[in-house]
């Protein structure tokens, strides 16, 4: 679907998305194949051209989060360790970004990486070869906590225990993060976003992103639910904005998780209809935490499910047709730069 660009003049950050080469996995997932593995089915192979031709859409993207999605780990390293293959391969990436020979984006100027916090003391090792990887651009971590008890929610792909941000080794882990100065991206699921909040006061110093809006659930038994369970999400979203350490990301409703529209992938939702979906949701969620402690995401290309890049952000725009020149500019740059200690990128 081809849409005019809204407000191109717009400085953009994106503050989440992902690079990967998911061709030697896939054969490893079972059929029948859950949407989220639809997804990564068109979606396997997500260059930095690939990325590149996104984000030069239309729309003024002037530099972009890396999130960690388990790509490119070292083959023969410590198990700990493998993670530092991800950071070395998209510092490279950032680097040819930062050269200048492909425009003015800076792809990747922050980068998060993932180590396993169940580690508990022992993970800060771990970290520091992190940091030693990218020291100009590695900004923290993200450790997924997503469970549900229906296994047929998240399918094959996630692994993560029942309670893991409520775990004593996980938080043994955690207190690594603010020694280091480091960030924390949160994404585990609507139910369970009690765990998250109880991990936030209990770390009120620790500057932690909540991903994709909580994520609301809206497939196998929760398939049909979403109005019946969006006063819940809703409240645990406002209990979650009390702690000033938590920011959250606007996005990532495009999921099959989320259905958000419910077909794809590449569904071809306009964005008019896009953002009439997700507007209770983004709505909610500026309004618990503020202008100033939101930001909005891509999640490319797992978003690509509901709409390309150019749509995606159009979307979005149309949500915040009546914010301030200044509201805008900290919910789609500036806040994404202050998190990720990124603000040299924001033009002058």
Not at 107 to 115: F, K, L, N, S, W
Request: proline share 7%; aromatic share 10%.
């Amino acid at each position: 679907m081809t849409e005019e660009i809204l407000e191109p003049d717009l400085p953009i950050i994106d503050p989440h998305h992902h690079l990967w080469d998911l061709h030697p996995l896939m054969g490893m997932f079972p059929e029948p194949r859950h949407d989220f593995l639809e997804t990564l089915t068109h979606n396997a192979y997500y260059t930095f051209d690939q990325l590149r031709a996104h984000v030069s859409s239309g729309h003024n993207v002037i530099g972009t989060v890396f999130m960690e999605c388990g790509a490119f780990y070292r083959a023969g390293a410590d198990e700990a360790l493998k993670v530092v293959g991800e950071v070395e391969f998209v510092n490279g990436v950032a680097a040819q970004g930062a050269s200048g020979l492909y425009g003015d984006i800076r792809p990747c100027a922050a980068i998060i990486g993932h180590a396993d916090l169940q580690l508990g003391d022992r993970v800060a090792p771990v970290l520091e070869a992190l940091q030693a990887a990218a020291p100009d651009r590695f900004r923290g971590i993200r450790h997924q906590g997503a469970w549900d008890a229906d296994p047929d929610v998240l399918g094959p792909p996630f692994h993560a225990p029942a309670g893991l941000y409520l775990d004593a080794k996980f938080r043994e882990g955690f207190k690594h993060l603010g020694r280091m100065g480091l960030t924390f991206d949160a994404w585990l699921l609507e139910p369970q976003l009690d765990d998250v909040i109880d991990l936030a006061r209990c770390f009120p110093d620790q500057p932690i992103c909540l991903d994709h809006c909580g994520t609301p659930l809206n497939i196998a038994s929760y398939h049909g639910r979403l109005h019946e369970r969006f006063d819940e999400w809703r409240h645990k979203i406002r209990e979650l904005a009390k702690c000033e350490n938590v920011v959250v990301k606007l996005g990532g409703l495009a999921m099959p998780f989320c259905g958000l529209p419910d077909r794809g992938p590449a569904a071809g939702t306009s964005s008019e209809d896009l953002a009439a979906m997700w507007r209770p949701y983004i709505e909610t969620c500026i309004d618990a935490f503020g202008p100033r402690r939101a930001m909005f995401e891509s999640n490319f290309p797992v978003d690509y499910w509901a709409a390309d890049y150019a749509v995606l952000w159009n979307a979005f725009k149309r949500l915040t047709h009546g914010a301030s020149a200044d509201e805008k500019r900290a919910l789609y740059a500036g806040n994404a730069a202050r998190f990720y200690g990124i603000e040299h990128i924001l033009p002058a």
